[in-house]
């Protein structure tokens, strides 16, 4: 066990994430749901410093008014911590500052790149030296997108989401997302899900036991052809969330008519990810929702996942 660390801070950056296909699939006996998902990593980042402490504690900065998350132990980057002192016998703590980014609560996995960056900061502090494989054995006890945001670029993830397979993804895509100053919460998006399948039983096919991510999403990211890939964006959760949220409806409308190829709703939302054509056309698109007084951010995808930074 080496202790090159317990001197000093180290940073760990780990990225959000767009849901590029969500299949939902029917819930089940416990109320959870298998998905079959697409996932891209893109450049919109947590900033995770982690420094020596005899106990385990978490600061919030950054642009995102980050008041309403919680600081004790019901944190997720602190449980990540603790898990990993727990599983390595490690008796000292850690202090976290985290510089938020990522929209709480906004479909993009914010949480789950803190607790993946935590992860790999705590390990590389306290030198317990637990290698990136044991690394992401443990994120998948954190929660369903945490391994994703450990391991970034694009992926296929099934069961929870959290079983990962690599997708082949060609070049950079380009995204214009625009954020809400409000959250969405997962489990109630879910069950908006659930009643809205309920709602309309009669005109929608019954949901799949075992969902499966189409072949044509793969073959778009494969191609990196944003156009093909406009075409095959999905996401089950958008229904729901347009539902519990109808101001997302305009977001869309407004993006598709400034010259976004596709526009979907990031998970369990609020986020609304656009895709455009090129370069070009994400400047022009970021500039038109800037001028109906939207909150945007122009990212790209594929990065890769949560990595140590040099500072």
Known sequence: MSNWGLTKTVHVRAPGKINVFLKVGAVMDDGYHDVATAYQAVSLYEDVFASPASDFSVEFGGHIDTSGLETDGSNLAIRAARLLARKTD???????????????AGGMGGGSADAAATLLACDALWGTDVGREELLALSAELGADVPFAFTGGTAIGTGRGDQLSPALAKGQFQWVLVLQEHGLA?????????????????????????????TDVLQALRAGDPHMLAESLHNDL???????????????????ANGA????????GPTVAFLAADLD???????????????VVRVTGPVAGARIVAD
């Open 186 to 214: 997962t489990p109630e998006v879910y069950r908006e899900l659930d009643r809205h399948r309920e709602r309309h039983a009669q005109d929608i096919f019954p949901a799949q036991g075992q969902p499966v991510v189409e």
């Open 261 to 268: 190829l596709a526009g979907i709703v990031s998970g369990s």
């Open 90 to 104: 490690y008796r000292g703590g850690a202090h976290l500052r985290i510089e938020k980014n990522v929209p709480i």
């Open 238 to 256: 958008q229904a729901p969330s347009l539902h519990l949220d109808q101001s997302l409806s305009a977001v869309l409308e407004v993006g598709e």
């Open 281 to 295: 056309g994400a400047l022009e698109l970021q500039i038109a929702l800037s001028a109906a007084r939207y909150q």
